[in-house]
């Protein structure tokens, strides 16, 4: 197989899709790979040492769209990069379709198939592809809060950690998964007072097991989640429902009684956001306000520290980059549930019912695409 890997034209998105050493395990395996010129550069890997594995620079994005049979990327495609799908073409990357319906409608027109990184599961009912990016975003968010919270960025000036004599910033985590968990952890590290609420008592009794020195724990109820909310300097989005848009968790109404200068930092914005008055930002911009609430809502947040993730990223993804290479996608799907489980989209057709349910779309099931 012909393996593309595009440079990401996402705005200040620094990752690439393949590794070097991802490539060199593909061309081990007999595939080719083609990577296009300066891929790598954001994320510290130069072209020589994609040469080095054994791949090809290619000069344009074009050529690697035109000539490969599985395109490996980190975000989703843009509008123009959409445009170049074709019918039959593999596209293996995060895509966050559900609240995202004008990609939805490109890639259905392409006629390509196209597995999302998000939607991937485990044995344990995890998101392994998912996991790495969210590791890395909730460990990050405590960090760009604290930043949203300085007064020269329009926040309340309150410091993580306070001082003697001076308490420290009140932190809600909203969803105690793997992205809430690791704010957390960050978060408390930091000094500051946290909470993490979730709905399943078995988690917050696993975290209470775990963390219960560290950080506290609360149950999301509507009534309980505003109460915190008033008394905090920072609520950080975390929830996630895989494949779904992100439900709505503080209306555009409860802003008014937030603290002033409180920071919102939106994790689950590639989902559609958490809060009412969430909307995309970029690393350039990352920052707005609303009715003097702080967001931080950018939607590629590990895309800030590049290196990290795309090597974090490139070592979940290549066994599964690699199986669909080795035995094309109909077949890896068959032989690994779990990898079906990444199948949104196949030859005009959704895959994936909760897309569907979000976007008010028919679907089929992988295994009806698999068998068509």
């Not at 593909?26 to 054994?54: K, L, M, N, R, S």
């Not at 760009?144 to 308490?167: I, S």
Request: include cysteine; charged fraction near 20%.
């Amino acid at each position: 197989m012909k393996i593309g890997c595009p440079t990401e034209i996402k705005p200040q998105e620094f990752r690439v899709g393949l590794t070097p050493n991802a490539a060199q395990e593909a061309i081990a395996h007999g595939h080719e790979v083609i990577v296009q010129a300066g891929a790598g550069v954001g994320a510290g890997f130069e072209d020589a040492d994609y040469t080095a594995a054994g791949a090809d620079i290619i000069d344009t994005a074009e050529e690697i769209f035109a000539t490969a049979d599985m395109i490996v990327k980190v975000k989703e495609p843009q509008a123009g990069e959409r445009k170049m799908l074709r019918e039959g073409q593999l596209l293996f990357t995060y895509l966050h379709l559900a609240p995202d319906p004008d990609q939805t409608h490109d890639l259905l027109a392409s006629g390509c198939t196209a597995i999302a990184y998000e939607t991937v599961t485990d044995r344990n009912g995890g998101l392994p592809l998912l996991a790495p990016m969210s590791e890395v975003a909730g460990r990050l968010a405590p960090q760009v809060g604290a930043w949203t919270l300085q007064k020269a960025n329009g926040g309340r000036g309150v410091l993580m950690g306070g001082v003697p004599g001076v308490g420290p910033a009140r932190v809600i985590v909203i969803g105690g998964g793997v992205v809430g968990t690791h704010a957390a952890r960050i978060a408390a590290g930091m000094g500051a007072d946290v909470t993490v609420l979730d709905r399943s008592l078995p988690r917050m009794r696993y975290l209470d097991d775990i963390y219960g020195g560290t950080f506290k724990t609360a149950y999301a109820s509507a009534g309980n989640t505003i109460e915190l909310a008033r008394q905090a300097d920072m609520i950080i989005g975390a929830v996630l429902i895989p494949g779904a848009a992100a439900p709505k968790l503080i209306s555009r109404a409860q802003l008014s009684e937030l603290k002033p200068g409180a920071a919102l930092v939106d994790v689950a914005i590639d989902q559609g956001g958490c809060f009412e008055t969430s909307k995309a930002t970029t690393h350039q911009d990352p920052v707005y306000e609303v009715d003097g609430i702080m967001h931080y809502c950018v939607a590629n947040m590990p895309g800030a520290v590049a290196r990290t993730s795309t090597i974090a990223l490139g070592n979940a993804t290549m066994p599964f980059m690699l199986a669909l290479a080795d035995k094309g996608w109909k077949q890896a799907c068959a032989d690994d549930p779990h990898l079906k489980a990444g199948l949104n989209v196949h030859a005009g057709k959704l895959t994936y019912a909760a897309v569907g349910e979000a976007l008010g779309l028919d679907s089929i099931t992988a295994d009806q695409a698999i068998a068509g």
